[in-house]
């Protein structure tokens, strides 16, 4: 019987520094020909870091405009040209460069725009938000300054249909005097009590509306002009004073 015995195994080889700088150049030539332009720029920059050949640089400038790093491709010509200011393509290069640092200038200018359009855009919701705020704080207070008066009209509204209360009771009260029938002045009687309790009822009630009405309105020229007001009680009125 014959055993074989195991092979033994390579070590894996190590590159030296121009055989890995070979080995990205080619990764990087093929990232680029795949349109893989960032791939290609990271590769070949590696490249670049273990052999310091011109051509990367002319390489890594092409992927680096091809992924739209213009400043970074801009860059990497220009270090090319000066390792290699002779080279026959550099006029070409050159213009290649101007062209890149216009685009350059027009992308930042056009940034500015938006930016400052941006900007004026915010400033101009700022204020139409202020203006809206404004005008419903002056509606607001509008509606604040009218809603008295509309307490008070509604008071003396109330002390209106007192008086038109208490008038038809006092012509009731005279008729149910004056009816020589006994069954019909009783009746008017009726309607004179009727009218009466009806005249008290809104005298009282209009007329605590409408003093509502007069003290908010008071109160609130008070509070908004800093004024001073006093109120006094009595056995059977109230005083109110102030200076405004």
């Given amino acids: 019987m014959i055993f074989a015995l195991p092979a033994r195994a390579e070590p894996p080889k190590t590159l030296s520094p121009d055989e890995a700088a070979l080995a990205l150049y080619r990764d ?128 003396l509204a109330g002390v209106g249909a007192g008086v038109v209360f208490a008038v038809v009771a006092q012509n009731n009260y005279n008729t149910s005097v004056t009816d020589p029938f006994l069954s019909s002045s009783q009746q008017e009687y009726r309607n004179a009590t009727t009218f009466g309790t009806g005249a008290t009822i809104a005298f009282i009630a209009g007329g605590v509306v409408a003093g509502a009405g007069i003290i908010w309105k008071i109160v609130e020229a008070a509070t908004s002009s800093r004024s001073t007001i006093s109120v006094g009680v009595g056995p059977a009125s109230v005083r109110i004073a102030g200076t405004f």
Avoid: C
């Fill in 28 to 155: 990087g030539s093929q990232a680029y020909a795949e349109g893989r332009f960032s791939d290609a720029a990271s590769l070949l920059t590696q490249a670049y870091a273990l052999k310091k050949e011109p051509v990367i640089l002319f390489n890594i400038a092409r992927a680096d405009e091809g992924q739209g790093n213009l400043v970074g491709a801009v860059d990497a010509y220009r270090r090319f040209l000066e390792s290699q200011p002779d080279v026959a393509d550099a006029a070409s290069i050159r213009q290649r460069m101007a062209t890149l640092q216009k685009q350059i200038q027009e992308r930042a200018d056009l940034q500015k725009q938006r930016d400052a359009a941006r900007q004026q855009a915010s400033v101009e919701s700022k204020h139409a938000r202020e203006a809206r705020e404004r005008a419903e704080a002056e509606h607001g207070r509008r509606w604040q300054t009218i809603m008295p008066w509309v307490v008070t009209g509604a008071g």
